[in-house]
């Protein structure tokens, strides 16, 4: 208990340290607040700062942690840590933690561990939002706005600290936060072996419902291969040539395969999606994760649910972005 209490004590001292730096207290100065973060006033005003696009180029926790440096606005991914201590008590700052670091699966809150500080220190950050005064809002934000402990969120902010190691403060410009984040794990950076091409496993008719599958290909098959707001794209498979590969074309979306016909793009794709323990669709967007574009290369783990004989859907378990 004494060592678990400690735990706790030192994560908050780490919280209410950066807090004292951010607001001047070693010598960085007084933040001067941009105009979006002058809006805000109370709790209620973060809504201001919610985007309902989410924000492409995100570098994982640990990446950024790296990277970043004071004064520059960068734009981070991650989950609210999954502990007691999350959210700090009467001011708006919370740990945000990387996927590489994050322990435990959704626990009830009443079972959250006290602290996150057994996560490696490289791989959480600390996230505020502050109104015109340049310091933290005084209240809490714990269930405000979807953000909860094991929330996705996508931070973009001012890097008030960072010293390339292990501490990373940042404010608040704007935020995204998925209705319902990815799997844990759901991107891998192994690529996945005896992966066989969208077109070629089309072709070869051998796609049924139920097998478990490692297909290749890139995204694309029309003007919007991405689904808005759903955990859904479609597949392409080297079979065809996107329009950026016929020479003279100067198609504006070459990923849209506007130079084929619908019964060839259907024949050489496949639909994937990511659903829930239920088999719900999930509610978030896949363009712009770990980069991820129109014509993007990516290995797809995952299982047939459905194969007609003329449209394939895969129920992805986990995805490599190819390049």
Known sequence: MQKSMKRM??????????????????????????????????????????KPELPA?????????????VGETIT??????????AFVENRSMFTLVDESTRKGCCPPSD????????????GRATVQIVGANGKPLRAGLNGEHGLK????????????????TDALVLTVVSMHVPKAPL???????????NAKDVSEARKAET?????????????GGSKEPFVAGRAVFTLMGRGLKACNENPDDKCSKPWDYCCETKEDILAN??????????????????????????????????????????AVVINATAVHPAQ
């Open 183 to 193: 799997p844990n794990g759901f991107f891998v950076d192994k690529q996945p072996e």
């Open 9 to 50: 004590t030192g994560s908050i001292k780490a919280m209410t340290l950066a807090a004292m730096l951010i607001a001047g207290a070693t010598g960085l100065g007084m933040l001067t607040p941009t105009a979006a973060m002058a809006q805000v006033k109370n709790v209620a005003d973060v809504k201001t700062l919610i």
């Open 207 to 219: 796609l049924k419902a139920g097998d478990e599958v490692v297909l290749r290909g890139r995204i």
């Open 76 to 85: 981070v991914r991650g989950n609210v840590a999954m502990s007691k201590d």
């Open 269 to 310: 794709s496949v639909t994937v999606q990511v659903v829930d323990a239920k088999g719900q669709i999930l509610r978030t967007d896949m363009k712009g994760r770990r980069g991820l574009k129109e014509l993007s290369e990516m290995v797809v783990v995952g299982k047939v649910v459905s194969a007609d004989g003329k």
């Open 57 to 69: 180029g995100a570098l994982e926790i640990t990446a950024a942690m790296k990277a970043a440096k």
């Open 149 to 164: 402990p094991g929330a996705e969120v996508f931070v973009t902010g001012k890097v008030e600290t960072a010293n390339g």
């Open 111 to 122: 079972k959250l561990p006290e602290t996150a500080c057994d996560i490696p220190a490289e």
